[in-house]
């Protein structure tokens, strides 16, 4: 088998998403994994680039890095007694054993399931879109609804966080 | 049809009064109640005639659920069984309702005790008249709801409340089977309806088995057996009898309405009722008569012990509902019917007889602390002897006709019949004996009461003792409507022929009939003077004898210890074991660590966001992804 | 100008009741904020107001089939049903709440506009067409709940709640969307009638397929609430208010249902035999956890939790059996269930009083003593949990078992009629406490003209439904025929 260049960039994308991962789990300080986390988001809007879904890449980078992770290190820094945080983040060994043991058996499962498994989407032609005029497009006509729900979805989370964090009922 | 739809709705508006506006009519309650079953008995003679005279009801009310094939009526059936039992019912309903207003006179729940014999009456009556298997389930069940209220009706007695939650589990138990039974009917026939299920019974359909778990089994075997088992738990035969001893902890006019007219006789009927099934399979109907044999003597020797007088009666109540099984399980089908119409009045005489000797000692109901009664309250005594002759099977009295003719049934029906003669003749010699024990003691001998409970003893009011006189009129004279020997003079048995499938004779040699008869009197009557002589002459036998063979009287006084190995696997062993089991393997942070979790969580609010992450949330996912990897794992097993 | 204006309107027509819930959800929160925090409880009967509304355009609506928005909504009588099912479970969240909220001081609109949300998701879930629309309608229901769950910011236990439930469900949705994923990737499209038409000439036998379907089960046994998905339950049900654990127990699991209906017997149906033997397999771990676990209960809203596990798992034996019956039967039950439980939940609430919580089983000692009707409305619901006739939980069950053994799983059925016996024992401990014990202490139970209505309302359709099933339950039947 060939290894071409496009290969060996994959697998630096892959690892860079895979690796901060394990270290947004296990890191027993939550600053690290808030950082860890960074790097799997970038990571991961590099897999789109490789699926050719260039817009939903850049848009990773935009509202996961530049909005989500930001915002995440914010309040991890503004809340009290982040070290005490760090002492709970803690696995026992059998049930660390345990839980790596189904991990293992579902990937198992998964890898078994998606070996040789025969996708629609062979070529291009099942695309629909991947420019922002053709998803735009579609947004607003094949998938008006959805796109309008999630529209009612963000209200109703706005909503949501304004009763979590008003201080107390009057 | 108004009328005979009346009959179970009477009481019904009954209960609704008497529920709902209790506070405002206090006593006069009664006066409602009364007069709903009162009504239910009027409408159930008009019934009876209609139906003596070749009018048989068979109406549907209303299509209760209708889906696809199966269609399931509120529909009611009067045949000749039905009249039978509608009679039986409502009759003796009456007279206990009366009897109750001088008993329950002052209790501070007197309408609500009301409102539930109303609608005790009214689910039994709901029972007997379904004519299919949904509506008698719904009678069924609701007659085992109003025990379960009317057992632990004196709340206040923890063992009154723990006796209603008995009786409704052991019964529950029963209802299983009862379903099972009912949903292999309707995969089998396709009906749930008595005629057109009847109407497919044929030996054709008896022939057809069934693979259970390797075994062949007949359909109708199975169901029946399944059927039969429901019928164990209301008609409290082995193993599920353990409520009805229990089941006294209710007031004495409850246990009555249990043991004479409701419930208890739902097993018999339901068994009588499905005969064109049972009779079809063998080894059901021996299921059956075994089953009834053993339940008879097996309670009769424990009643042989007890001191507590009502525990007594329930015991032969038990006993007593082994021989109507008995003779079912012959194919004496009317046999059985005619003993639960005996039965009904002489046990109904007794319990309320009981009833006004326990009004008269104040509450007092161990058998040790009485005696002498007789001269004290006279018409209790004469009521509670008559009764007694009855339950003995003495001649002429009442229980002697409808046991005798199981008796000669069984005698007659082959090998295994004459063995289970046997242990049916040692039994009624048991229950002569015991049922006189009870009588010399609680009536003869030196008085054993406390003082201040001899000095309150008096004859209760008449709205007690003239029910208990009817009843015992009809303890003396019921019987002469089973009249053996004589051709065509067994009306009761004529009257119910077109019912039941014509299974077995009671045999022709009348010579024979007429020995076995004079024989079982005999040992009837030894059984009261063997009673006689250790409880009357010479008191000092008993305990001699108690001393001796110790092992044996402990062993019958804690009722062979049933109840303790009941728990012992049931409660203790199957559900708490269960429900350890799954704390320990799943839900031990749930249950306890939850728990102490919150309580933590309270006592520390400022730390919360730390306590968020505790780690069961963590554990809560980690399940449910075990979860899809042994589902993801049934891939291998499926494909 | 006015053309196009009516042109919008018309299209929108099929999701008017959607539009109309969220309208007033929107405007409930607009009101709030000049009411300032007075006569709260109006905005109650507001939204009830909107409930109505939506209500009567659905059943206006009744007559409109098809598929609308490029696929992603459906109307038919499937999900007609359900959302009559969702006005129900919210209207009778929504009256039990009213009294229940000034009591423990979160009286705020928002409450109101919450569940307002969380039914508009609940009845996209039901009618969705399209994968994406399933996963939006749930999101939507979800984070309403979730909030909701968290609703008492100054107990900690309901805090515990919604994170649990937040976090879980996150997890839960994760799942879901790989497996969304996953039917996507296979049949190249999202929409349902497209993954059923791929379907129908796929090779079943596909690993990817299987791994797929299991996935949805997962999440969607999350939301029902199927043992070992069901961990979260209790301790949300329990931390959560009462009045959202009574419509958590109603309302999202009913729509869980609907998509297991939805997706497992329409969508998936090529796939029948391995979905019944794994939901059956679901069914009898349910029914058994449930049941068992409940038994060892001492507060109320936990046992009910469990008593609502134990029901998922009644209902699953409907969808295991599969086929126009089994639908049938399960949407009959999730009806009648809804009313049963909200009505139960009801009776615990009016426990709740200023300086008492009402919540441990031991709390309805003597009740039948004290408050004679709550008492006999508590034993008319519990009867009915149990499937005692002529309650409606009896046909209920009745009706599953009955497709059941009709689909020839008598099995699954013995085994449900096993643990529906088992489950009297626990129904009855309350029962026993009610009406066998003194009180502890007397109190009066909170009263309100609202409360009292929801009560009556579920009351009278338990025993109606009861005594005579036959228009709830040709109703039902009928409302299959969009299915399948």
């Not at chain 2, 009154?160 to 939650?165: L, R, T």
């Not at chain 2, 119910?496 to 007429?514: K, M, N």
């Not at chain 3, 937040?166 to 049949?187: D, N, R, T, V």
């Not at chain 3, 441990?360 to 004679?372: P, Q, R, V, Y």
């Amino acid at each position: 088998m060939e290894i071409g260049m496009r290969d060996i960039v994959f697998l630096c994308v892959a690892l860079l998403t895979t690796i901060p991962c394990l270290i947004v789990v296990f890191s027993r300080n939550v600053l690290y994994s808030a950082f860890a986390l960074f790097f799997t988001f970038l990571g991961t809007s590099g897999l789109y680039f490789f699926l050719d879904a260039e817009f939903l890449a850049i848009t990773q980078v935009v509202v996961y890095i530049g909005g989500v992770s930001v915002l995440l290190l914010f309040a991890i820094l503004l809340t009290k007694n982040v070290d005490e945080i760090r002492k709970t983040n803690m696995i026992s060994g059998p049930r660390m054993a345990l839980a790596g043991a189904a991990a293992l058996a579902l990937l198992g499962s998964f890898l078994y399931a998606l070996k040789g498994a025969r996708w629609a989407m062979n070529g291009n032609a099942a695309y629909p879109a991947t420019t922002i005029k053709g998803l735009g497009d579609l947004l607003l006509s094949k998938y008006l609804l959805p796109f309008e729900i999630v529209s009612i979805l963000l209200l109703a989370v706005l909503v949501g966080s304004l009763v979590i964090s008003r201080r107390s009922v009057q | 049809m108004l009328k005979y739809i009346l009959i179970p709705l009477l009481p019904f508006f009954g209960f609704l009064i008497a529920g709902l506006f209790g506070k405002y009519l206090k006593e006069r309650a009664a006066t409602v109640a009364v007069g709903g079953v009162l009504g239910a008995f009027v409408f159930a003679v008009s019934a009876f005639i209609d139906v003596a005279n070749g009018t048989i009801i068979d109406e549907n009310f209303y299509s209760w659920i209708l889906i696809g094939n199966l269609s399931v009526n509120v529909g009611f059936q009067i045949d000749q069984l039905t009249a039978v039992m509608l009679m039986v019912v409502t009759f003796l309903s009456t007279l206990i309702h009366i009897y109750s207003i001088g008993y329950m006179h002052g209790d501070k729940g007197f309408s609500r005790f009301f409102a539930y014999l109303e609608l005790f009456t009214f689910f039994m009556l709901v029972l007997v008249m379904g004519n299919n298997f949904l509506v008698m389930f719904v009678g069924w069940e609701g007659v085992g709801l109003c025990s379960y209220l009317l057992i632990g009706f004196w709340y206040e007695k923890k063992s009154a409340a723990d006796a209603g939650v008995k009786a409704f589990v052991t019964n529950r138990v029963g209802d299983f089977g009862f379903v099972l039974g009912m949903m292999l009917i309707f995969t089998t026939f396709g009906t749930l309806d008595f005629t057109d299920v009847f109407a497919q019974a044929t030996p054709q359909l008896a022939a057809q088995n069934i693979d259970l778990l390797g075994i062949e089994v007949g359909i109708v075997t199975l169901i029946c057996l399944l059927l039969f088992v429901g019928a164990t738990g209301k008609s409290a035969q082995i193993p599920l009898y353990v409520w009805l001893p229990d089941a006294m902890e209710g007031p004495t006019p409850v246990s009555a309405l249990i043991h004479a007219a409701t419930m208890v006789t739902a097993g018999v009927f339901m068994v009588a009722r499905c005969a064109p099934l049972f009779s079809l399979s063998h080894t059901a109907m021996n299921v059956v008569a075994v089953t009834g044999a053993v339940t008879a003597l097996f309670a009769a020797t424990i009643g042989l012990v007890q001191n507590d007088i009502k525990r007594v009666i329930a015991y032969s109540t038990i006993s007593q509902l082994g021989y109507m099984f008995l003779g079912l399980g012959v194919g004496a089908f009317s046999a059985g019917i005619f003993h639960l119409t005996t039965h009904a009045f002489f046990k109904g005489l007794l319990f309320l007889a009981s009833g006004s000797v326990i009004h008269a000692l104040s509450g007092e109901q161990d058998m040790r602390k009485m005696g002498s009664l007789r001269r004290k309250i006279k018409i209790t005594y004469a009521v509670f002897l008559i009764g007694s002759l009855a339950l003995a099977g003495i001649f002429p009295f009442a229980g002697f006709f409808s046991k005798d003719e199981i008796l000669w049934s069984v005698y007659n029906a082959g090998s295994l019949g004459r063995s289970l003669w046997m242990v049916g003749l040692t039994g009624a010699f048991m229950t002569a004996f015991y049922s006189f024990r009870l009588i010399y003691l609680t009536f003869f001998g030196k008085s054993r009461m406390d003082h201040d409970v001899e000095h309150h003893v008096h004859e209760s009011p008449p709205v007690m003792t003239v029910p208990l006189m009817i009843l015992a009129f009809f303890s003396i004279t019921i019987g002469f409507i089973g009249m053996p020997l004589i051709p065509h003079a067994n009306l009761f048995a004529n009257f119910l022929a077109p019912v039941f499938p014509h299974v077995q004779h009671g045999g022709t040699d009348h010579g024979l009939e007429i020995g076995l008869m004079i024989f079982s009197v005999l040992v009837a009557a030894t059984g009261i003077v063997m009673a006689y002589v250790w409880y009357v002459r010479d008191t000092r036998i008993p305990d001699k004898l108690a001393e001796k063979f110790s092992g044996v009287y402990t062993l019958l006084l804690n009722k062979y210890r049933v109840d303790e190995l009941y728990n012992y696997l049931f409660v203790d062993g199957l559900v708490h074991k269960l429900a350890g089991v799954l704390h320990r393997i799943g839900d031990v942070k749930i249950v306890d660590g939850a728990v102490n979790g919150v309580a933590r969580l309270i006592g520390q609010a400022s730390e919360r966001g730390r306590k968020m992450q505790t780690g069961f949330v963590q554990e809560y996912a980690f399940i449910m992804g075990l979860g899809l990897v042994v589902l993801i794992g049934m891939y291998y097993v499926v494909k | 100008m006015l053309t196009s204006v009516q042109e919008i309107l018309k299209q929108l027509v099929p999701i008017y009741p959607e539009f109309v819930l969220i309208a007033f959800a929107l405007s409930v929160l607009v009101v709030d904020m000049f009411l300032n925090g007075r006569y709260t409880h109006l905005l109650g009967w507001y939204s009830l107001i909107g409930i109505v509304i939506a209500a009567s355009m659905t059943i206006i609506l009744g007559g409109v089939q098809g598929a609308f928005f490029s696929g992603t909504v459906l109307l038919d009588p499937f999900s007609q049903f359900f959302k009559l099912v969702f006005y129900l479970a919210c209207g009778l969240g929504i009256l039990i709440a009213m009294k229940y909220l000034d009591i423990e001081d979160i009286h705020r609109g928002e409450y109101y506009a919450l569940m307002l949300f969380a039914t508009a998701g609940m009845m996209l879930m039901a009618s969705a067409g399209d994968l994406i629309t399933i996963y939006l309608g749930l999101e939507l229901m979800a984070l309403s709940i979730y909030v909701l769950a968290g609703f008492m910011r100054k107990d900690s236990r309901s805090n515990e709640a919604g994170i649990k439930y937040l976090l879980l469900g996150a997890f839960s949705s994760g799942i879901m969307l790989y497996g969304m994923s996953l039917l996507y990737g296979l049949a190249g499209t999202t929409n349902l009638d497209g993954i059923l038409a791929f379907l129908r000439t796929a090779d079943l036998k596909n690993p990817v397929l299987f791994l797929s379907m299991v996935m949805l089960m997962v999440s969607f046994g999350f939301k029902v609430a199927a043992v070992p998905f069901h961990m979260w339950v209790p301790d949300v049900y329990e931390g959560a208010p009462t009045s959202v654990t009574a419509f958590m127990s109603a309302g999202p699991k009913v729509a869980g249902f609907a998509v297991l209906l939805r997706v497992f017997t329409h969508t998936l149906d090529p796939l029948h035999a391995d979905i019944s033997l794994l939901l059956s397999g679901l069914a009898v771990l349910t029914m058994a956890v449930g049941n068992v676990m409940a038994l060892s209960q001492t507060n109320i809203k936990r046992m009910l939790a469990y008593s609502s596990i134990a029901h998922a798992g009644y209902a699953l034996v409907g969808v295991a059996a599969g086929g126009q019956e089994g639908a049938a039967s399960v949407m009959l039950y999730v009806l009648i269930y809804a009313v049963m439980n909200m009505g139960a939940f009801g009776v615990v609430i009016m426990l709740r009083k200023a300086g008492m919580r009402g919540e441990e089983i031991s709390d309805f000692a003597g009740l039948g003593k004290t408050n004679k009707t709550a008492a006999f409305l508590m034993l008319i619901f519990l009867f009915s949990l149990t499937g005692i006739p002529p309650m409606a939980g009896f046909v209920g069950k009745f009706y599953i078992f009955k497709s059941a053994v009709q689909a020839g799983m008598i099995w699954l059925a013995i085994v449900g009629v096993l643990f529906s016996a088992i489950s009297a024992y626990f129904y009855l401990r309350v029962i026993m406490l009610m009406y066998m014990y003194d009180p502890k202490e007397e109190f009066g139970l909170v009263q309100s003209p609202a409360l009292a209505l929801a009560l009556a309302i579920s009351v009278t359709a338990v025993i109606v439904i009861g005594v005579y099933p036959t228009p709830v339950l040709e109703f039902a039947r009928a409302s299959v025929a969009g299915l399948l």
